[in-house]
């Protein structure tokens, strides 16, 4: 039977080459249409890639494993035929990672797959600041995040923060929203700040600072300080040492 069959599988085989010979790629959570998984922080990925000739040359084909382009090393036992990996758990660094499966033969002969790796802003909680009078006052939130966040905003004791009347400057880097003043003063900046971050898939996170103003301490400079004692020393001395000749005088 198998004898029979050789030469007719030998002229399919020639015609699919060119057609189906290939790698491909299956995972779990699904690829999607533009070869994209979706995928979160602290989840697991994972990956097979088959030689995809659909006969029994390719079976033992050996598949190379590339992340963002450096080879992945693989145990011998998964390297023929089919190959997985799996990317446990999931971390920043992998968003945007590209995962290539190729031919060992052929590295022209490959698929690939790239991780979205989606998370929110790490806000919560409630951080007591305390600042003195007339120094500078830093707040700063965390609002990187994977969909980039739709809004940020700050308030102040509820209501939206007045950049203008407390002197405020307010920065964003992608990484960071800062909101700054150069000289607090109790009635302008005391009170309980907060800044929410909106994530068009994770809602609302945020975070509270409740600033405290403290007195200024007072610094009194020391070289004058120590001019004076001297001075005041100087003339008690002086004082004493003149009265004392007027008191031997009487005593003549
Ligand atoms: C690698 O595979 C490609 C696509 O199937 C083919 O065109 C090419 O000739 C192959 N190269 C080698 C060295 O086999
Ligand atoms: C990643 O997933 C998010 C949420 O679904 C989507 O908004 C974003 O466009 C995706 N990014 C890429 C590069 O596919
Ligand atoms: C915010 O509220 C606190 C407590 O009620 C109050 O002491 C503070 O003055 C308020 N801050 C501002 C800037 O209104």
């Given at each position: 039977?198998?004898?029979?069959?050789?030469?007719?599988?030998?002229?399919?085989?020639?015609?699919?080459?060119?057609?189906?010979?290939?790698?491909k790629?299956?995972?779990?959570?699904?690829?999607?249409?533009?070869?994209?998984?979706?995928?979160?922080?602290?989840?697991?990925?994972?990956?097979?890639?088959?030689?995809?000739?659909?006969?029994?040359?390719?079976?033992?084909?050996?598949?190379?494993?590339?992340?963002?382009?450096?080879?992945?090393?693989?145990?011998?036992?998964?390297?023929?035929?089919?190959?997985?990996?799996?990317?446990?758990?999931?971390?920043?660094?992998?968003?945007?990672?590209?995962?290539?499966?190729?031919?060992?033969?052929?590295?022209?002969?490959?698929a690939s797959?790239?991780?979205?790796?989606?998370?929110?802003?790490q806000?919560?909680?409630?951080?007591?600041?305390?600042?003195?009078?007339?120094?500078?006052?830093?707040?700063?939130?965390?609002?990187?995040?994977?969909?980039?966040?739709?809004?940020?905003s700050?308030?102040?004791?509820?209501?939206?923060?007045?950049?203008?009347?407390g002197?405020?400057?307010?920065?964003?880097?992608?990484?960071?929203?800062?909101?700054?003043?150069?000289?607090?003063?109790?009635?302008?900046?005391?009170?309980?700040?907060?800044?929410t971050?909106?994530s068009?898939?994770?809602?609302?996170?945020?975070?509270?600072?409740?600033?405290?103003?403290?007195?200024?301490?007072?610094?009194?400079?020391?070289?004058?300080?120590?001019?004076?004692?001297?001075?005041?020393?100087l003339?008690?001395?002086?004082?004493?040492?003149?009265?004392?000749?007027?008191?031997?005088?009487?005593?003549?």
């Amino acid at each position: 039977m198998k004898l029979m069959f050789r030469p007719l599988l030998f002229h399919f085989l020639l015609l699919c080459a060119i057609q189906t010979f290939g790698v491909k790629i299956q995972s779990d959570p699904e690829v999607n249409s533009e070869g994209v998984i979706q995928t979160e922080l602290e989840k697991i990925v994972s990956l097979v890639c088959h030689s995809d000739g659909g006969h029994e040359a390719q079976v033992d084909e050996e598949l190379v494993w590339l992340r963002n382009g450096a080879v992945v090393s693989l145990t011998e036992e998964n390297k023929k035929g089919h190959s997985s990996v799996c990317v446990s758990p999931v971390i920043y660094e992998d968003d945007g990672a590209t995962f290539t499966c190729h031919l060992g033969k052929n590295a022209t002969v490959k698929a690939s797959v790239t991780l979205n790796v989606t998370y929110h802003p790490q806000l919560s909680g409630l951080e007591e600041v305390a600042v003195e009078e007339e120094a500078e006052l830093v707040l700063r939130c965390d609002i990187w995040a994977n969909p980039t966040v739709s809004s940020v905003s700050w308030t102040l004791n509820g209501s939206a923060v007045d950049l203008v009347a407390g002197g405020f400057s307010l920065t964003n880097d992608g990484f960071t929203s800062q909101l700054t003043t150069n000289s607090v003063e109790r009635s302008l900046h005391e009170g309980t700040y907060q800044c929410t971050v909106k994530s068009p898939i994770y809602g609302e996170h945020s975070k509270q600072f409740s600033v405290t103003v403290t007195g200024k301490t007072l610094k009194v400079p020391l070289m004058p300080m120590i001019a004076g004692i001297v001075v005041v020393c100087l003339t008690t001395l002086f004082a004493v040492v003149s009265r004392w000749k007027k008191i031997t005088k009487c005593c003549k």
